[in-house]
DNA sequence: CGGTATCCCTGAGGATACTG
DNA sequence: CAGTATCCTCAGGGATACCG
């Protein structure tokens, strides 16, 4: 067992990284990102149950933290275009643990019934 | 690119695993616990900044997914101690991405300095 | 299409004090 | 020591409607 400073030294950088990626949604919508660039409204449907609002918001969030790049084409009627930035898919590990553990985890909800 | 189906599908075990881990607590409990099993309030320090409240609360919540274990022992005063369960110590891969990023992270933000 | 605006509410989280 | 009890704030998040 290590002293109490280690212990706490390790844990920051995890809390810097759930000050990134916090809430409900933005892992889904990164997640929908490494699947290919997407536009608002396609981003809307695959994250199930998001509104606009949050979508728009935490959108913003993630551009912020440099974590998607938000593409505007000059089309008629406007367009946009959401992708990872390398940055983002650096998380992609990150993802891949959450991903092999929530599946365990389903299985094992499923074994009890 | 794959479907939108298919997205929707990769997306879902991570949510269970968010619906699990949520807020800013959890996982720096959880990390705590993964140096050796702790008292409430080892607990407490180690976990920069939570207060008695919170901890409670989530050592609950934590306990009632299976995370941890709470161990009481007849002592005079009573004293409780918590471990992790080998189901939480399972989640060591997504704690160690997690950590990996986090400090890439940090190494990011201070190189713009 | 790609969002805003508005209103609303719950619950996460904090501060402080207290108890068996 | 291991928590509860109260009281409080505020942001996360939702519903609905609307806009350029």
Same mark, same amino acid.
């Given at each position: 067992?290590?002293?109490?400073?280690?212990?706490?030294?390790?844990?920051?950088?995890?809390?810097?990284?759930?000050?990134?990626?916090?809430?409900?949604?933005?892992?889904?919508?990164?997640?929908?990102?490494?699947?290919?660039?997407?536009?608002?409204?396609?981003?809307?449907?695959?994250?199930?149950?998001?509104?606009?609002?949050?979508?728009?918001?935490?959108?913003?969030?993630?551009?912020?933290?440099?974590?998607?790049? +938000?593409?505007?084409?000059?089309?008629?009627?406007?367009?946009?275009?959401?992708?990872?930035?390398?940055?983002?898919?650096?998380?992609?590990?990150?993802?891949?643990?959450? +991903?092999?553990?929530?599946?365990?985890?389903?299985?094992?909800?499923?074994?009890?019934?």
């Amino acid at each position: 067992m290590k002293s109490s400073r280690e212990c706490i030294e390790y844990i920051r950088p995890v809390r810097d990284v759930l000050d990134i990626i916090n809430g409900k949604w933005k892992l889904p919508i990164l997640i929908s990102l490494s699947f290919g660039n997407k536009r608002f409204k396609e981003l809307e449907k695959e994250v199930e149950g998001i509104t606009p609002k949050m979508l728009s918001k935490e959108l913003r969030d993630l551009e912020m933290n440099q974590l998607i790049i +938000r593409s505007v084409y000059d089309t008629v009627p406007v367009s946009v275009e959401y992708s990872l930035s390398e940055y983002g898919k650096s998380l992609d590990s990150v993802i891949d643990a959450l +991903r092999e553990w929530g599946k365990k985890h389903r299985n094992k909800l499923f074994a009890k019934l």
